[in-house]
């Protein structure tokens, strides 16, 4: 494994294979403007020829406005031929006597709106749509941004082949197994995307269940013609037999599946037995009795057994085919999605990303590699640990010459919760591949005391993070900054604390503390403290620094927005105000809930469970009893189908926003709304969430799906 040196911004290497590994805080941006001023001075670069690539157009332009200030504090430093910035200081130590390098810095800013700042889908669009000739794609292709329906109408077609003509009794089997084509649908998710995803096991044919079948249907028959006749008999036998264990063959009970065993034969062969069917077997009989005591005997129970023996058969085989299935699906869909999409002469953000690659490795890719070596001398890869296989294959081949310049930055820790699909094996892979790796071990963001207590536990294991390639590299504060200590009655307080709920104070010997209830006495305890804390403060016994501690010092942090609420209620408890700051709050809303809801039985008014659900939010407002009795009454389903059908026609027709104001009109939804006690609210988040959804249909050119798609992730 190669070794990790310091990262030394002012005099690290500006060529060569690079990797900078850089944790939250050590100034990873920072650092990369940094290497592009240097490019721009000591290489003679042009802004133009230095490639910047990150992951999202959020960042992209963040990117663009920090390099654009910091080129313009460079240029401020070589006019005035100094600055207090350490680092722009040194550079005009260096390069302030050679009048190239103010040039160089005032091309820069004046040139700036060429600068190469791309996502990476930016890159690969562009690269493709300027080397068309050696990347071989057509020049009109259109760039769709959503392809769940291209991917609905392709899963529709394999459900079609494959379930048809199939026997009714495996498509039963399927449906009970979540099989149905909308399950097929989220099974593939983005996975259909990933050229590098291997699906395991491969089947070079579909197992065969017509035997087992046969077999399941004479015993099914056989149980079916004996059940009338020996019923009453059975029902007598379970009910006295001296021997049988009343704690696994309950009085009670018995009854109740001689029922359930009614109703399943009366509905004809299905593939799954009831549950409660093996107590009619003669092996769960005979493991049933008191002991030295005699299993009842009865034909039926024989039948019963051989019915149970043909059934697990049976969905052994059922399993295997649909497994078979699943993986025929991806092969499918990654097929006739290329074959549409040329068809319909479009192509997704996946798309270009596979385009490019796929021209770097055909025969015209020594050519473009040399082309965009030519365009782009250094090329710096920003979050670098979100890349995959497809990404990395790319910079690699296209910068990783030894005369280019390639900087890989990023953190691997993040790199193992795969966001934004990154792999965590292509970063280790990099790791391999690269001549340098550098660490950035200054953190600017945290307090000296708890980076110490950090360091403290991660270092005391040898491979925290699982892969020996991935170790943990301690940090270090860094300098100049004043420190924000907290004091209780004098005393400097631990800076990272650990705190345990002792389950065996909340629930029964032996077992494990409910969810539910953890989160419960955890909030509870994290509003107390926090009282207690502002309290101390309010007594100036706990200080920040030399001032009291008040509430507005306090933050708490929490993995969802639904444990966030929990804490404000609990603070709110205790009459203490608390502000709830939470990413994506509108979408994580009650009324963002109703409103999946309700556009899932817009787009598909046909189907009653997901109509019933839509009718019962509090946007529309039917009551259970109405429910009920629409579900007797079918003239009252057809009328809310109708009114449903034609919201659909609407969003087809003329868009998501015509459809979205036709229902709050239609329906008196905002009135509605109105009448609860926090309504306005409710009315300003659905109104809200309105013009969101509106805004991406249209920039994103959403399909329902896709729209429906979204506003669930």
């Known amino acids: 494994m190669k070794s990790f040196e310091p990262f030394d911004l002012l005099n690290a290497p500006l060529e060569g294979v690079n990797l900078i590994q850089a944790s939250a805080g050590t100034g990873k941006t920072y650092a990369m403007i940094g290497l592009i001023l240097r490019l721009i001075l000591e290489r003679g670069l042009d802004i133009q020829e230095i490639l910047v690539v990150t992951f999202t157009e959020a960042a992209t332009a963040e990117l663009r406005d920090r390099l654009r200030r910091r080129l313009r504090e460079g240029l401020e430093a070589f006019s005035r031929g100094g600055s207090e910035d350490v680092f722009l200081g040194e550079l005009?130590?260096?390069?302030?006597?050679?009048?190239?390098?103010?040039?160089?810095?005032?091309?820069?800013?004046?040139?700036?709106?060429?600068?190469?700042?791309?996502?990476?889908?930016?890159f690969c669009r562009r690269v493709l749509q300027e080397n068309a000739f050696e990347s071989g794609v057509v020049f009109?292709?259109?760039l769709v941004t959503d392809q769940e329906e291209l991917k609905r109408d392709i899963v529709d077609d394999f459900w079609r082949r494959h379930f048809y003509e199939a026997s009714?009794?495996?498509?039963?089997?399927?449906?009970?197994?979540?099989?149905?084509?909308?399950?097929?649908?989220?099974?593939?998710?983005?996975?259909?995307?990933?050229?590098?995803?291997?699906?395991?096991?491969?089947?070079?044919?579909?197992?065969?269940?017509?035997?087992?079948?046969?077999?399941?249907?004479?015993?099914?028959?056989e149980v079916n013609r004996m059940w009338p006749s020996a019923k009453g008999e059975v029902a007598e036998i379970l009910?006295?037999?001296?021997?049988?264990?009343r704690v696994k063959y309950g009085i009670a009970k018995i009854p109740v599946w001689v029922n359930l065993m009614d109703a399943w034969l009366s509905n004809g062969p299905f593939p799954l037995l009831f549950m409660g069917f093996e107590k009619f077997t003669k092996k769960e009989l005979e493991v049933s009795i008191k002991k030295g005591g005699t299993p009842p005997e009865h034909p039926f129970f024989r039948a019963c057994e051989t019915l149970k023996s043909a059934q697990e058969e049976l969905e052994k085989v059922y399993q295997k085919r649909l497994l078979a299935l699943k993986s025929r699906l991806?092969?499918?869909?990654?097929?006739?999605?290329?074959?549409?999409?040329?068809?319909?002469?479009?192509?997704?953000?996946?798309?270009?990303?596979?385009?490019?690659k796929g021209a770097l490795e055909g025969?015209?890719?020594?050519?473009?590699?040399?082309?965009?070596?030519?365009?782009?001398?250094?090329?710096?890869?920003?979050?670098?640990?979100?890349?995959?296989?497809?990404?990395?294959?790319?910079?690699?081949?296209?910068?990783?010459?030894?005369?280019?310049?390639?900087?890989?930055?990023?953190?691997?820790?993040?790199?193992?919760?795969?966001?934004?699909?990154?792999?965590?094996?292509?970063?280790?892979?990099?790791?391999?591949?690269?001549g340098s790796i550098y660490t950035l071990g200054e953190n600017w963001r945290s307090e000296p005391a708890l980076i110490q207590a950090v360091n403290t536990i991660f270092k005391n294991s040898d491979n925290p993070f699982v892969?020996?390639?991935?170790?943990?590299?301690?940090?270090?504060?860094?300098?100049?900054?004043?420190r924000m200590v907290l004091r209780l009655d004098g005393r400097e307080e631990a800076a990272l604390q650990l705190w345990y709920v002792d389950a065996r104070k909340h629930a029964d010997p032996g077992k494990p503390i409910s969810k539910m209830r953890a989160r419960d006495l955890i909030s509870e305890a994290v509003a107390v403290e926090i009282s207690r804390l502002v309290r101390l403060g309010r007594d100036q016994r706990v200080l920040l620094n030399e001032r009291p501690l008040q509430a507005g010092d306090i933050a708490v942090l929490l993995r969802t927005n639904a444990e966030a609420r929990l804490v404000q209620s609990a603070l709110s408890a205790l009459h203490i105000p608390s502000v709830l700051q939470a990413g994506g709050d509108l979408f994580d809303s009650h009324e963002a809930q109703e409103m999946e809801r309700v556009l899932a039985g817009v787009a598909e008014p046909c189907n009653e469970?997901?109509?019933?659900?839509?009718?019962?939010?509090?946007?529309?407002?039917?009551?259970?009893?109405?429910?009920?009795?629409?579900?007797?009454?079918?003239?009252?389903?057809?009328?809310?189908?109708?009114?449903?059908?034609?919201?659909?026609?609407?969003?087809?027709?003329?868009?998501?926003?015509?459809?979205?104001?036709?229902?709050?009109?239609?329906?008196?939804?905002?009135?509605?709304?109105?009448?609860?006690?926090?309504?306005?609210?409710?009315?300003?988040?659905?109104?809200?969430?309105?013009?969101?959804?509106?805004?991406?249909?249209?920039?994103?050119?959403?399909?329902?799906t896709g729209l429906l798609k979204w506003l669930g992730d």
């Open 609 to 704: 469970a997901l109509l019933r659900p839509a009718l019962a939010t509090d946007l529309l407002g039917v009551s259970g009893e109405f429910l009920e009795l629409m579900a007797r009454e079918g003239t009252l389903w057809e009328r809310w189908g109708i009114r449903f059908r034609a919201y659909h026609d609407l969003w087809k027709e003329r868009g998501f926003i015509q459809m979205f104001r036709a229902l709050l009109s239609g329906e008196g939804c905002l009135e509605r709304l109105m009448g609860y006690g926090d309504g306005e609210r409710r009315n300003t988040n659905m109104l809200h969430i309105g013009e969101v959804l509106h805004r991406v249909s249209v920039e994103n050119k959403t399909s329902m």
């Open 168 to 221: 009714p009794l495996f498509v039963a089997f399927a449906l009970e197994k979540g099989f149905s084509p909308r399950d097929l649908l989220g099974l593939l998710s983005n996975r259909v995307s990933l050229p590098y995803l291997k699906v395991v096991p491969q089947w070079d044919r579909l197992p065969d269940p017509s035997n087992k079948e046969g077999d399941y249907l004479k015993a099914f028959s």
């Open 330 to 356: 991806f092969a499918y869909v990654r097929q006739e999605l290329g074959i549409r999409k040329q068809e319909r002469n479009v192509q997704s953000f996946d798309d270009l990303l596979t385009g490019v």
């Open 239 to 245: 009910l006295s037999h001296q021997d049988l264990s």
């Open 92 to 122: 005009v130590r260096r390069h302030g006597c050679d009048s190239r390098g103010i040039t160089r810095l005032r091309e820069a800013v004046k040139g700036f709106d060429r600068a190469a700042v791309f996502t990476i889908h930016g």
């Open 140 to 142: 009109d292709t259109e």
């Open 363 to 434: 025969d015209g890719g020594p050519r473009l590699s040399r082309l965009l070596g030519l365009r782009f001398k250094v090329a710096l890869i920003d979050e670098f640990q979100d890349t995959d296989p497809v990404q990395y294959a790319i910079f690699k081949t296209a910068f990783g010459r030894a005369k280019s310049g390639l900087f890989l930055i990023g953190d691997p820790k993040q790199a193992i919760y795969g966001f934004r699909g990154a792999d965590i094996f292509t970063y280790i892979q990099a790791s391999r591949d690269v």
């Open 467 to 482: 892969f020996k390639e991935i170790p943990f590299e301690p940090a270090t504060p860094a300098g100049g900054r004043e």
